[in-house]
């Protein structure tokens, strides 16, 4: 079973860069697709950035030029380079992947934009 797991959260000054991790443990074969998920105080989870196996990207339009998602297969590892951080980007930010047909998510890690 895969199991997700996020870090590299904290608190940023507006303007200032994050990147967030999330590491795959168990098998990797059968992922379609691998994404980044927020979740705001108050506010539903909301798609941020996708990408396929095929290495298609989306990305949420408010992010977009901000945040670049990436992937290493060999470390089994996802990123989320997210610089120009604004109040607005402040949530829990959750990976998630499809794997036939299956969705997995992690528990999340804190983002907090704040002067």
């Known amino acids: 079973q895969v199991r997700l797991v996020e870090s590299g959260g904290g608190l940023v000054q507006p303007g200032g860069s994050l990147r967030l991790s999330c590491v795959v443990s168990g098998s990797i074969l059968g992922i379609n697709v691998m994404g980044w998920y927020r979740q705001a105080p108050g506010k539903q989870r909301e798609m941020v950035t996708i990408?396929?196996?095929?290495?298609?990207?989306t990305y949420k339009n408010s992010v977009k030029g901000r945040f670049t998602i990436s992937r290493d297969n060999a470390k089994k590892t996802m990123y989320l380079q997210m610089n120009s951080l604004e109040p607005e980007d402040t949530a829990v930010y959750f990976c998630?992947?499809?794997?036939?047909?299956?969705?997995?998510w992690g528990k999340g890690t804190l983002v907090t934009v704040s002067s």
């Open positions: 990408i396929t196996s095929s290495d298609d990207t």
């Open positions: 998630n992947v499809l794997q036939r047909g299956i969705g997995y």
